[in-house]
């Protein structure tokens, strides 16, 4: 049994007829002829593309980032002598963390008016050729399918008191269904145009009040200056200042957890033309100094230059959301109950039908249909 079951796994022996004229190597007991394997060649030739393709990707994912950011080249840096002038801790553990080939993080710390800033790269998949060549085909297919090379800089303030419990934003017209999708925080604002920005660009605010404060000139500095510059203009994405979660919590989130935050998202550019974003993040440090009141310009910080009617109509709309997440969850845990206490009778009835004869199980139906038939007449009585 066992010698057949080895002569049945031991393949055939080549059939190296002498009829063959091409080119073959010899070797001992070892023939190769090329000519009987043209199919694996395309197949090695395949899986040779594959891996060049994978390695070029990949390179060129790096080349991005730390062209943007960490390169210790000058020649090849655009915003890393920036990062070091403003933060004292510009790089977690002197570099970036990586996961896997499309995202990478930065985690920066030391510097007033804010916690930390979380930048995050999030790539195309250059380095998976299926991958990518999906994404540019769903392009094709889906108009509202938009993929980029995106970078979002995740500032967290460090002295809530002066900054308002607000929802304010800044958002590119081609990015406004995404970002609705995305963000539920945004639920919070109206859409509105504003003559000081370009037709591109969209307001979304809780009050008026809140965007003549962040549109105002405070010295040298305006906004609306920064984002009209058309080297600006083709990587802006959406700024925003937010006191909420982008995700829809379960519950209200106690004081402990809130914390309030400005967040810029861009197009990551070219490593070619990297340095177009940097006057813009230049100004968002500005803008959070301003924010925060850490500059003359603006003493108790936007929460102090806002309207009194204005804070307390900010604060009422927090406590009917949170109103209306409290009861929406206590109506969750009702249904929950409910169903429990539904299977849980469901489950009595059926190990007390279990324990039943024959006979009485079938009774036991019989009045069960009976009285299902007798609740749906009755219900056709009263229609």
Avoid at 169 to 193: C, G, H, P, Q
Avoid at 251 to 271: D, I
Wanted: glycine share 4%.
């Amino acid at each position: 049994m066992a010698t057949r079951l080895l002569r049945a796994l031991t393949p055939p022996p080549p059939n190296i007829t002498a009829e063959y004229d091409g080119f073959e190597f010899r070797w001992k007991f070892i023939t190769f002829r090329p000519a009987l394997f043209q199919n694996e060649v395309f197949f090695l030739l395949a899986v040779a593309v594959y891996v060049a393709a994978y390695f070029l990707g990949k390179k060129a994912n790096e080349r991005k980032v730390k062209t943007w950011c960490v390169s210790y080249c000058d020649r090849f840096n655009a915003h890393k002598p920036l990062y070091e002038a403003q933060l004292s801790k510009p790089y977690h553990k002197g570099s970036l963390t990586q996961d896997g080939n499309t995202d990478y993080f930065n985690f920066s710390t030391g510097r007033r008016a804010i916690t930390s800033l979380h930048t995050v790269w999030t790539l195309r998949p250059r380095h998976d050729p299926f991958q990518y060549t999906f994404q540019i085909a769903r392009g094709f297919i889906d108009l509202d399918y938009r993929v980029c090379d995106e970078l979002e800089l995740d500032f967290a303030f460090r002295d809530t008191a002066n900054v308002p419990e607000c929802v304010w934003a800044i958002v590119a017209k081609d990015e406004m269904r995404t970002i609705r999708n995305e963000r539920w925080d945004l639920t919070f604002t109206k859409t509105s145009e504003h003559p000081s920005l370009p037709p591109t660009l969209t307001v979304m605010s809780e009050f008026a009040d809140i965007t003549e404060n962040m549109f105002k000139p405070y010295g040298s500095f305006s906004l609306t200056s920064v984002l009209s510059s058309p080297s600006v203009l083709p990587y802006f994405r959406s700024l925003s200042i937010t006191d909420q979660p982008s995700r829809r919590p379960e519950s209200p989130l106690p004081a402990s957890e809130r914390s309030k935050r400005l967040r810029l998202s861009l197009r990551l550019p070219p490593a070619s033309d990297a340095e177009a974003t940097r006057p813009l993040i230049e100004a968002i440090f500005q803008l959070i100094d301003i924010v925060a009141g850490e500059t003359r310009a603006l003493r108790g910080g936007l929460s102090g230059a806002l309207r009194p009617e204005t804070r307390a109509k900010l604060r009422k709309a927090r406590e009917e959301v949170d109103k209306q997440i409290r009861e929406e969850a206590a109506k969750e845990r009702r249904e929950e109950a409910g169903e429990k206490r539904t299977a849980a009778k469901k489950k009595a009835e059926e190990e007390r039908m279990s324990r039943l004869s024959a006979a009485e199980q079938k009774k036991e139906l019989e009045r069960e249909k009976k009285r299902a038939m007798r609740k749906s007449q009755a219900k056709i009585k009263v229609r």
